[in-house]
């Protein structure tokens, strides 16, 4: 499906100018299509919250993925790591507006299953 959200739509959010967010904006309207297609949510609510996704993974893709701080010289690097309430959409304030925006609560509940990793140093 055609994305709703827009690189124009994204810059505004964002208030920045020209730039191209087009993985996040395809990523939002996978996430939109695949979890809150078939919601019955009307088109403008959709469009509205694939707008907060989008905007939501590019601040995500702007901020390093999560890195805080990186060294070269003896090679550090320090990760974020959000109390539990900021994790998943929590941790924009686009990810925040489109979890209100959401009004089946099928996004609160994509993340409700807790976050996990693993990092294996080999």
Known sequence: MTAR??????NELLDTTGKTYTLAIESANVLVNETLG???LSEDRLTMIERFLAAHFAVL????GGIARRSVGE??????????????LNSTVWGQQALAADTTGTLSALGSGGLKAEFRVV
């Open 38 to 40: 078939d919601a019955g």
């Open 61 to 64: 893709s702007t901020q390093g």
């Open 75 to 88: 090679s550090s690097e320090t990760y974020r790591t959000p109390k539990e309430s900021m994790q998943g």
């Open 5 to 10: 959200a827009t690189n124009a739509d994204i």
